[in-house]
């Protein structure tokens, strides 16, 4: 088991990300050492409910613990999802001594976040990832979201758990599709931190696909290891944690054009892809860093070209309403080598000509 704390210094908030193949016994001792007067949410969806709701209910039936489950898919991701289980929580009564469980995706993870945050002005929440999109990147740092019409992500909250739980034996069953989708970010944490760590997965990719236990509890141990770094740094975002969008603000475009019905790893991919051209373009990063990028992702089993089905300047556009541009002007994350990227006092994301831009995404077309 590997034991990383999180420590949220000027909010004075501490917990835990324990790793284990199986979960479910220290589970079971911190609910019923440190929460044993709680009522218990257990807030999952329908397929991790198929798969491993019995025997969740089994290791906390002690508990009795209430389980409520959502149907997959970012669509759930909704007020209105929101709103269904917070009625039926405030409809059975539970109180503000009640605990969740997140127990899930990224979907699960943000929208069980988010009904904690504001349930009751605030109650706790243990995450266990069940992806490895989650594992490597949502359930850790506390952010929180449902999406609207007018985008992903752009209602929610920062709501740090009281620990998460990231149980390795998950992936195993985890669909092919939805472990690329992880991979993708795991790979962008070593593009951006870590260049040793890109070239793990340059040196390991047969290992990685194959989901060799232990290459991939090395790749979640250092995804969380980086991203706790960053986290305790800069909890809300206003400087180091922007690094964290490298990829996004193309990818997010994508994803947008495509009515998310793309996984986010793909879009993410896929942006990566433009952006590191971008970076070469603007003689940020050498075109052979550039051209390694493009390969691993290719190696990876992950998109490094951009459908012509997604016109750029409709994703100009959509760049322009990103929450993270500044004054309709869309920001980029810089590489400058491997593990490294552009910085200028506190700020890690930056704008170019829109020519530039647009010539970047047509070099992956
Ligand atoms: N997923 C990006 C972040 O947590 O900041």
Redesign the pocket.
């Known amino acids: 088991m590997t034991k990383i704390t999180v420590d949220i210094h000027h909010e004075s908030a501490q917990y835990p990300i324990l790793i284990q193949d199986s979960i479910y016994d220290e589970l079971n001792d911190f609910v019923n050492n440190g929460y044993r007067d709680r009522d218990i949410v257990i807030i999952t969806d329908d397929n991790i409910n198929a798969l491993f709701g019995d025997k969740i209910q089994k290791v906390l039936a002690n508990r009795n613990p209430h389980i409520r489950s959502i149907q997959p898919g970012e669509r759930s991701k909704s007020r209105e999802t929101k709103a269904q289980i917070e009625d039926e929580m405030l409809g059975k009564e539970f109180g503000r001594d009640t605990l969740i469980i997140a127990f899930g995706g990224g979907v699960v993870g943000d929208l069980s976040g988010f009904v904690a945050s504001t349930y009751k002005r605030g109650i706790p929440v243990i995450q266990i990832p069940t992806s490895l999109l989650a594992m490597v990147?949502?359930a850790?740092?506390g952010?929180t979201a449902i999406n609207t019409i007018y985008g992903k992500n752009l209602i929610g909250s920062f709501w740090q758990p009281e620990a998460v739980f990231v149980g390795m034996e998950f992936l195993v069953r985890l669909p092919e599709p939805e472990f690329l989708n992880g991979l993708a970010e795991a790979v962008k944490m070593a593009i951006v931190f870590d260049e040793e760590f890109f070239e793990y997965f340059e040196n390991n990719s047969q290992k990685i696909l194959a989901r060799d236990n232990e290459a991939l509890t090395h790749i979640v141990e250092r995804c969380i290891t980086l991203?706790k770094e960053v986290v305790e740094e800069d909890e809300k975002?206003s400087g180091l944690?922007q690094c964290?969008?490298f990829g996004h603000t193309i990818g997010h475009a994508v994803e947008s054009i495509a009515g998310y019905n793309e996984k986010h790893g793909f879009c993410v991919a896929m942006g990566m892809a433009a952006e590191t051209q971008l970076a070469a373009l603007t003689g940020a990063l050498s075109w052979t860093d550039a051209d390694r990028i493009l390969k691993l992702l290719e190696k990876m089993h992950l998109p490094n070209t951009i459908n012509e089905k997604y016109e750029k300047q409709l994703m100009y556009k959509k760049m322009k309403s990103d929450k993270k541009a500044v004054n309709q002007t869309p920001m980029f994350v810089t590489l400058q080598g491997l593990g490294k990227v552009k910085k200028n006092k506190n700020q890690f994301s930056f704008s170019f000509d829109k020519s530039t831009v647009l010539k970047a995404i047509s070099l992956v077309k």
Do not use: F, Q, Y
């Open positions: 990147d949502s850790i740092g952010k991203k975002e944690r964290l969008n």
